[in-house]
T-cell receptor, first 112, second 114 residues
Framework: KQEVTQIPAALSVPEGENLVLNCSFTDSAIYNLQWFRQDPGKGLTSLLLIQSSQREQTSGRLNASLDKSSGRSTLYIAASQPGDSATYLCAVKGHEKSKLTFGKGITLSVRP | EAQVTQNPRYLITVTGKKLTVTCSQNMNHEYMSWYRQDPGLGLRQIYYSMNVEVTDKGDVPEGYKVSRKEKRNFPLILESPSPNQTSLYFC?????????????FGPGTRLTVL
């Protein structure tokens, strides 16, 4: 059974800092991995999707990498801003019933 | 605008009173699914559908029903809601019948069952 772990559960950093959010998964047989952002009480916004054959994806100040063999992904946020404060979730799409398995998320707070 | 919509956004009801949460997408996606999000448990899949008239159970299907009569709609039905179904519910869709593309989520429905 696929398990997705995101540690730590919460993170507070000063504005301007570059930071890395980690995601690990137990079963490397995945189709893809997706990073989402969730603001309090709101829905999920897709940030980046990495297919299993890819190593990384970039969008603006965000860069996500995937190391399937070690079961790890990282989301790199450059020059963090207070507007980046949110919960960041990673999810992997496995082969079992086309299921999407989520981590519990990392709540990021960027202090002005 | 490409989007997934859910209605209602907020709902307070009582135990045993049947309810339906609607979900609609305008992107012609084959794959749709329902999740619930609970503190400490994260997002868990309830049901999913690979196409019209094709549905299957996710991790936590007990107490829920779904139907997929049209490609764009995927309603979630609670025949006899109970307090343990109080949660934040999300509908999602993606292109491709096995759901391997980018997932798009609706804004969520906050359900309280008294």
């Amino acid at each position: 059974k696929q398990e997705v772990t995101q540690i730590p559960a919460a993170l507070s950093v000063p504005e301007g800092e570059n930071l890395v959010l980690n995601c690990s998964f137990t079963d490397s047989a995945i189709y893809n991995l997706q990073w989402f952002r969730q603001d309090p009480g709101k829905g999920l916004t897709s940030l980046l999707l990495i297919q299993s054959s890819q190593r990384e994806q970039t969008s603006g100040r965000l860069n996500a990498s995937l190391d399937k063999s070690s079961g790890r992904s990282t989301l790199y946020i450059a020059a963090s801003q207070p507007g980046d404060s949110a919960t960041y979730l990673c999810a992997v799409k496995g082969h079992e019933k086309s299921k999407l398995t989520f981590g519990k998320g990392i709540t990021l707070s960027v202090r002005p | 605008e490409a989007q997934v919509t859910q209605n209602p956004r907020y709902l307070i009801t009582v135990t045993g009173k049947k309810l339906t949460v609607t979900c609609s997408q305008n992107m012609n996606h084959e794959y749709m699914s329902w999740y619930r999000q609970d503190p400490g448990l994260g997002l868990r899949q309830i049901y999913y559908s690979m196409n019209v008239e094709v549905t299957d159970k996710g991790d936590v299907p007990e107490g829920y029903k779904v139907s997929r009569k049209e490609k764009r709609n995927f309603p979630l039905i609670l025949e006899s809601p109970s307090p343990n179904q109080t949660s934040l519910y999300f509908c999602a869709s993606t292109l491709g019948g096995v759901g391997v593309g980018e997932q798009f989520f609706g804004p969520g429905t906050r359900l309280t069952v008294l």
